[in-house]
């Protein structure tokens, strides 16, 4: 069972100060490495397994649900790999700016075993190590998918499983492996945090060691036993550059692992065709009891700010002590080759970005009336809409030093609407890479309300436009649904 408790503030600062150095001279990741898959011992069974969900219009939801018989594994033995995916009904994987999957967790007895998100970093053991698993086991599913568009859907989630049987040979000499879950938002169930754009030093932000100075030290966790940690890879969301795998011991504290985020495309750094580098097969690092695991990720703040942003770190620590070298003692001895466990993925590719001639210029429009009120309902903003004709699609006016209230009509336990600066004029197609998000001060949050603490839902329907605001013509996107475009003015009534 993984246990958490805070360190002495030595320990953490020792940690911060080792993460910035790297920071500080640190770019984005170029050449991506080869892909490379474990082999896998002999009596290994593959199989995909298949969950059928029903999507509601623009759902974002932070969901749980026990895994039936015919979702896992029929008889006792090892997980040692695991592959995760999104279906469309029929059969084929949908783009991931229309549905993607946020994330795919499994966890036997309460406890993580394996996850991954959008980038769809796949699980490859090294050889002769595995998830113990057995049938009486109570399983769980925790998954979020972002469905992008107004319309419902009939999804799959799919995922292949590499399980080692305890009925072959190869079983009886497997090491059993647990997930040190280590993530700069430790304890909380849906762990993100905002990027302010320019934040940190030079258009890099790094966080928590850059984050707010009252911020509660929660990246970090500690070890319960000896043993070797045996892969790791990590994640993050667009804009991300690199997450920073460390280990303190009494008041040393080293790097084991950087994951570099390797990018696909035109749209470096911004959209999620993204493969992360994980650890070679033979990397390892013996442990002690007490020994603490830290993580770091560090973005680029310089083209855009980030929402719900992430830095987790899963790795794989052995229940018994499997070699390794101690990296107090002999940390050049530690592999830190990366590899992929997949290349570009098709669906994953980004179009958005180009020339349409779907939403109108707000700063060329005249002006829409005086409103103190927008009511969004239906996949619109009533009034001000970029995509709406007349005078319904023209920016409602707001006085210098007074507010525009939005509010979220749709059904708020349910579809959640933002309203987020987006860089005049804002009219080029939607996808994973834009709009972009220009500010993080002027954010409205998830309007509409959740479980709290598993969502980002900010639990109220309602937020009014700053009162500090220049005169001039505002646009703004949805988030959750990027196809949303609107916009209003700020000027002074005419006398």
Request: charged share 20%.
């Amino acid at each position: 069972m993984i246990r958490r408790r805070r360190l002495a503030l030595p320990v953490l600062l020792i940690a911060l100060a080792a993460t910035l150095q790297g920071a500080a001279s640190a770019g984005a990741a170029s050449t991506p490495p080869k892909v490379v898959k474990p082999a896998l011992p002999a009596g290994t069974v593959t199989k995909t397994y298949r969950v059928p969900i029903s999507i509601k219009p623009g759902q974002n939801l932070n969901l749980y649900e026990y895994m039936k018989a015919n979702e896992r594994p029929s008889e006792s033995g090892w997980i040692i790999g695991f592959k995760p995916n999104l279906k469309l009904a029929d059969g084929s994987t949908p783009p991931v700016d229309q549905l993607h999957l946020h994330h795919l967790v499994m966890l036997i007895n309460s406890q993580i075993v394996v996850a991954s998100g959008e980038e769809k970093t796949r699980i490859t053991l090294p050889t002769g190590f595995g998830y113990r698993y057995r049938t009486s086991d109570r399983m769980l599913l925790n998954h979020m998918i972002h469905n992008l568009t107004a319309r419902p859907e009939q999804v799959v989630f799919e995922y292949t499983v590499d399980f080692l049987p305890d009925t072959a040979p190869a079983a009886a000499s497997i090491i059993g492996v647990e997930t040190q879950f280590v993530d700069v938002e430790g304890g909380k169930a849906y762990p993100v945090f905002d990027v302010k754009r320019r934040a940190g030093v030079n258009g890099r932000y790094t966080y928590p060691a850059q984050g707010p100075a009252s911020l509660a030290p929660r990246n970090r966790v500690r070890i319960q036993h000896n043993g070797t940690l045996v892969s790791t890879a990590g994640h993050l969301h667009p804009g991300g550059l690199y997450t920073d795998l460390f280990i303190t011991r009494g008041n040393r504290t080293v790097k084991i692992f950087r994951s570099n985020a390797y990018y696909y495309g035109a749209a470096k750094m911004t959209s999620w065709n993204v493969s992360m580098g994980a650890t070679s097969p033979s990397w390892r690092v013996a442990v002690k009891r007490g020994d603490v695991l830290s993580v770091q990720v560090t973005y680029d703040s310089s083209k855009a700010a980030w929402y719900e942003s992430m830095g987790i770190s899963p790795a794989a620590l052995s229940d018994v002590p499997a070699g390794g070298a101690d990296p107090f003692t002999n940390l050049g001895a530690i592999d830190q080759t990366e590899v992929l466990t997949h290349g570009e993925l098709k669906e994953n590719r980004d179009y958005g970005g180009r020339k349409t001639w779907g939403y109108s210029d707000a700063r060329k429009l005249a002006d829409g009336p005086t409103l103190s009120q927008v009511k969004v309902k239906d996949f619109l903003y009533g009034q001000g809409d970029l995509t709406m004709p007349g005078k319904k699609g023209l920016p409602p006016v707001v006085a210098p030093g007074k507010s525009i209230t939005f509010i979220n009509q749709d059904p708020t336990s349910e579809i959640f609407h933002t309203i987020t600066p987006c860089k005049s004029p804002c009219t080029l197609s939607t996808g994973i890479s834009y709009p972009l998000a220009d500010s993080v001060q002027v954010d409205s949050g998830e309007l509409g309300f959740g479980p709290a603490g598993t969502t980002a839902a900010a639990n109220r329907a309602t937020w009014s436009t700053p009162t500090y605001l220049k005169k001039g013509t505002y646009s703004y996107f949805c988030r959750i649904h990027p196809f949303m475009r609107g916009a209003f003015r700020v000027k002074a009534p005419k006398r």
